[in-house]
C-alpha cells in the first residue's frame, strides 16, 4: 500500500483548515517528456521547497518534483509551531555527542528559526509567526528539570528567551488542571504552514525553481547522470536531493532503514469567543506538553482551536479522527466540552530511533534530508538551505547532523511498525503513571 494515496485522493489535498484557508496556489503540471538540470529536487515540502529556492539563488538550475501536490505531506499538517533547539534536549544531546557539538546543533536550530521568520515576511509567502511557545509539564515531578533547564539555557547557551513557569502561572496561561509547570519561550513561535508552503513554493517560482507536481519517482539510476523516472517522462541531472521523509517508500532503502513513516491527527475547532480564547491560552501562545505522544495546540487567527494529539504506525488513519483527537482534547480543557469540530485530518510524518534528523551522503551525485521527528518547521526549512550548500561544496553545517549516530528500526521496514507499536504501548501507559 502506498502512503501517498492510503488516505488520500491523487492531487488533492486533504480536507483540513489550513487548506481551506491557505491563499490557493496554482496546479503545477505533470513532468512530461524528458527535462535536464543540474539538480533534481525530490519532494515538495519544507525541505524540498527550501533547498530548490536555495539553489536557484546560487544559479543552479533546478527542477523539483512532487508525487502529489507542493504541501501536501506533514509540512502543511502540522501543528505549525516553530520550536527553538532540537528534536532532543540540549543537555541530552551533550551526553550524546559531546558539549561542542552540542552547541553547534544549537546555533542550527537558532538559525532555523531566524530563517522561517525571514522568510515567512517575505512578500511571497505573508505567513504570520507569533512569538511564544509554552512546554507544559504533565507531571508535578517535571518542573525541577524544566526549572534546571531554562537556568541551563540562560546560563550555558546565552539564551534568554526562555522562562520558567510555576503552577501558578502556568494555568493562569493555559486554562487547564493537566499541567503543573513548564517553560515559555518567546523566541520561538507558530504560523500557518500550509501558506508557508504556499509562499516557499511561490519564491522558488519566481527564482526560476521549475516545478512538477503529481509526477512521482518511480526509479532513480546512476551513471555519468542521474536519471529520474517517472510515469510520464524522466530528468536527467547531476546532482540530486531526497526531502521526501515519512513518503519516502523504497526509493532510497538504506535512508528506510533509519527513518519511519508514522501518523499524527489534528482537529480545528469552531471558532470560539475571543474572551473564552483568553481564558484556555492566553496571549496566543502555542503549546506543547511533556507526554511522550505529545499534545500541541493553539489558536488560528480566526479563532479555532487547533488541537493535535494521537499517533498510529499503520498505513490507514481512523475513520473517525475527530473522535480520535476529542478524547485527549477532553483530558486537557474539559471545559469545553463537546465542542464542535468543523475540520479534523491526519498527516504522516518520519521519525528516527534518536529523533534527531538523519542527513546522508548516498552517493557522489544522491544526498537525502529527512527525519524531523515532529519538529521540522525550522529544522527541514534550514535542511533545505544546508543541502543548497552541500552541493555548492560546503559541507560543514550538513556533517554536523551527519555525524549524529544513526540507529536502524529493529524489525527493518516488515516488522518495525509491530515493534514500535509495543513500544508505543509502554510509552502510552507510562504517560498515564
Not at 505531506?73 to 558539549?99: F, H, I, P, T, Y
Not at 479522527?321 to 510524518?349: M, S
Request: hydrophobic share 40%; proline share 4%.
Amino acid at each position: 500500500m502506498d502512503l501517498l494515496t492510503a488516505n488520500d485522493r491523487a492531487g488533492e489535498y486533504p480536507k483540513s483548515y489550513y487548506a481551506a484557508t491557505a491563499k490557493p496556489l496554482e496546479r503545477f503540471p505533470p513532468l512530461q517528456g524528458q527535462v535536464t538540470c543540474d539538480v533534481c529536487v525530490v519532494g515538495g515540502g519544507f525541505m524540498g521547497l527550501s533547498s530548490a529556492l536555495h539553489l536557484a539563488r546560487r544559479g543552479y538550475d533546478v527542477v523539483l518534483l512532487d508525487a502529489q501536490r507542493v504541501g501536501f505531506g506533514a509540512s502543511g499538517r502540522n501543528g505549525g509551531q516553530v520550536g527553538q533547539g532540537q528534536r532532543v534536549e540540549q543537555d541530552e544531546l551533550e551526553q550524546m555527542l559531546g558539549v561542542e557539538h552540542a552547541h553547534s546543533l544549537w546555533r542550527l536550530a537558532n538559525q532555523s528559526v531566524d530563517l522561517v521568520k525571514e522568510l515567512a515576511a517575505s512578500d511571497h509567502v505573508q505567513a504570520d509567526f507569533h512569538p511564544g511557545i509554552i512546554h507544559a509539564d504533565h507531571r508535578q515531578r517535571y518542573g525541577h528539570h524544566s526549572r534546571a533547564y531554562v537556568e541551563k539555557l540562560n546560563a550555558d547557551y546565552g539564551y534568554d528567551q526562555i522562562r520558567y513557569l510555576d503552577q501558578e502561572e502556568m494555568r493562569h496561561l493555559v486554562g487547564s488542571p493537566a499541567y503543573f509547570s513548564g517553560t515559555l519561550d518567546m523566541g520561538a513561535g507558530h504560523i500557518h504552514p500550509l501558506a508557508f508552503a504556499f509562499g516557499l513554493a511561490r519564491l522558488a517560482r519566481a527564482a526560476g525553481v521549475r516545478i512538477y507536481e503529481e509526477s512521482k519517482v518511480s526509479h532513480i539510476t546512476e551513471d555519468t547522470q542521474v536519471k529520474l523516472r517517472t510515469e510520464t517522462g524522466q530528468v536527467l541531472a547531476s546532482q540530486v536531493v531526497l526531502g521526501c521523509n515519512g513518503y519516502l517508500g523504497d526509493l532510497a532503502p538504506r535512508v528506510a532503514t533509519k527513518v519511519m513513516p508514522i501518523n499524527n491527527y489534528v482537529v480545528a475547532t469552531k471558532p470560539i469567543a475571543p474572551k473564552l480564547q483568553e481564558k484556555l491560552i492566553r496571549n496566543n501562545y502555542a503549546v506543547a506538553d511533556s507526554k511522550f505522544v505529545v499534545n500541541y495546540f493553539r489558536f488560528s487567527d480566526d479563532h479555532r482551536l487547533l488541537f493535535g494529539g494521537t499517533e498510529s504506525y499503520g498505513y490507514q488513519f481512523p475513520t473517525d479522527i475527530a473522535k480520535a483527537v476529542r478524547r485527549p482534547l477532553r483530558e486537557i480543557f474539559p471545559q469545553i466540552g463537546d465542542i464542535e469540530i468543523d475540520y479534523a485530518w491526519g498527516g504522516t510524518l518520519g521519525i528516527t530511533m534518536n529523533r534527531m534528523p538523519h542527513f546522508e551522503r548516498l552517493s557522489g551525485k544522491v544526498m537525502s534530508l529527512s527525519g524531523f521527528s515532529g519538529h521540522g518547521v525550522a529544522m527541514a526549512t534550514l535542511a533545505g538551505q544546508i543541502a543548497a550548500e552541500m552541493v555548492a561544496g560546503q559541507a560543514e553545517r550538513f556533517d554536523a547532523f551527519a555525524r549524529i549516530p544513526s540507529q536502524n528500526f529493529p524489525g527493518g521496514p516488515r516488522f518495525r511498525s509491530p515493534l514500535l507499536v509495543l513500544a508505543m504501548l509502554w510509552y502510552s501507559l507510562r504517560d498515564r503513571l
